[in-house]
Every structure is written in C-alpha cells, then in structure tokens.
C-alpha cells in the first residue's frame, strides 16, 4: 500500500499520544526524578526528561510549517530545563526554510528514526509457543520495571529510583504490558498501545542472557494477534536506523513506512536565557 502524508501525519500523532500518555501517569508520583515537562504550542508537543539516557521520553512532534517564533519558544522550552532540543522532521514537514530556521537556534541533523507499519489483520507465520503473559500484578510490573531497564545497562540503583515513576505505567486503561518467560523466569519484556484503531508496538527489551532466542518475534506477533482482536486496522512500530528492531519488526510482516529525521542541538548551541 502507498503510505499517504495524511497516515504520517496519524502516525505521528499517535506516537507522540503515547509518549505524552507515559509522562502523565508518571507526573502523578510527587517526586519527579526524571524531571518530566510537557509543551505543546498548535500541533506541536514537546516532552523532556533532565535524565540524558531518556531519549525516548525527550522528543518535539509535530514540527512543520509553523513560525520561526513557535520554533523558537519550543527550543527554550528544553534549553531553560539544561536539556538540548531534540525535534522530528517527517516527510511532507521538512522545507529549506525550516532548515534555516532550526540551524540558527542551534540544531544540526544527527540521524534517522524508522517508522513501520502493517495494515490489520496480518497474516503471521507460527512459531514455538513462548510463554507470554500479560502483566497484572504489582510483582510483575516490577519484573517488567526491572527487564525494560536491566535490558540497557541501567544499575539496580537507578532502577529503583526510577521505579515509582514506571509503576504507574500499569494503571494505563490503552495498554497492555507483557512479559516472555524462560523457564519460569521472567526474560523479555514489551508494551502495546492502542487509540483510535491504531496499535503501537511501544516498547521491548529482552536480558542479554536470553536474547537470540526469538523472544522479541514473539512478544511483536503476541501484540499483533491482541491488537487485531482488539479492533485495530493498522499496527505501527517504531526503531532506530538499521537496528536490530526493526529487523524482528519486519521478520513479522511490518515494512517501513519513513523515516523521521532527528535534528538535536550541542550542548555548546543551547540558547543562553535569563
């Protein structure tokens, strides 16, 4: 199918609902340790955390055809929080103009984010069975805290400083957490979420003790099959260029849809504000 302009903008969207939907429920525990903020301005939302590992959560959406001003306001937004702007230019957003504009507050174009789809139902080949579950208890919401962290390096010391803040995550009523055993340990992990007919592979982490066993493939057409029941028509993933993710996304049937450029400042280019 020929992705339309109109799509990319939903995708986008969508993503940047998900997003905006995790910081919420996190900005529910008082202590905010990952200095989440929120920005919107017209179509555009801008999200941040003062934690320089969390990428994922320090992003601006929207971006396109808006003034020089309303670029400038969400630049100071990150900049007056000590955080360097990180933007997503899509296809049908970007113009010369918008370059010129983006270069002289600081940012530079620094990669690619792939964007895959896959219109609902989707044929998918099976496998062996994997023992997935869905998570519901406390327990396992701090196994799932433990996997989607421990999966990147993360000390047991910052996960549990950063525990409270994903423990909401669960009470979340469009989305389902799994998590993927290994002779009755938990090994993998994977968030799905779902709006407006449109499933989102969100999140997957897998311990490096366990990985090569296709334990990603099957927790993506584990969400497939949930998100089909669920009514969805159109599943979408997200992975950085030429990783590893997107290779198990498209061994499951998804194909790329485009490719967001990132633009993001130095810390040397942030704007000096009184």
């Known amino acids: ?15 940047a609902d998900a997003v905006e939907s995790l910081l919420t429920h996190s900005l529910r525990v008082p202590d905010n340790t ?6 919107r ?6 999200t941040l955390s003062t934690n320089p590992r969390a990428e994922w959560a320090t992003q601006t959406y929207g971006i396109g055809g808006q003034p020089a ?21 899509v296809p049908g957003a ?3 103009e918008l370059a010129d ?10 990669g690619f984010h792939t964007l895959l789809w896959a219109p609902l139902p989707l044929t998918v080949e099976s496998h062996p069975p994997i023992d997935i579950r869905e998570v519901s208890t406390q327990a396992e919401m701090d196994a799932h805290i433990d996997i989607q962290l421990g999966a990147y390096g993360v000390s047991p010391e910052f996960i549990d400083r950063l525990r409270p803040l994903r423990r909401m995550w669960l009470e979340s009523p469009d989305r389902r957490l799994y998590l993927a055993y290994v002779d009755g340990c938990p090994a993998a992990q994977a968030i799905l979420h779902w709006r ?14 366990y990985r090569r066993r296709g334990l990603q493939r099957a927790l993506i057409r584990r969400r497939i099959a949930d998100a089909t029941n669920l009514g969805c028509r159109v599943v979408i993933g997200g992975a950085d260029f030429e990783n590893e993710s997107r290779t198990n996304q498209m061994a499951c049937g998804l194909t790329v849809a485009y490719l967001a450029a ?10 000096s504000l009184a």
């Open 1 to 15: 199918m020929t992705l339309r302009l109109e799509l990319v903008g939903r995708f986008e969207q969508h993503l």
């Open 34 to 39: 990952e200095g989440y903020a929120l920005f």
């Open 41 to 46: 301005e017209g179509s555009i939302l801008a």
């Open 69 to 89: 001003d309303t670029l400038r306001h969400v630049v100071e937004f990150f900049n007056r929080r000590g955080v360097p702007a990180r933007m997503r230019i």
């Open 94 to 96: 970007f113009t010369p």
């Open 101 to 110: 504009v983006l270069s002289e507050l600081g940012l530079r174009h620094v």
């Open 196 to 209: 407006d007919k449109i499933a989102y592979l969100e999140s997957a982490g897998t311990l490096p003790a």
């Open 262 to 271: 990132v633009w993001a400042q130095r810390p040397s280019t942030m704007l």
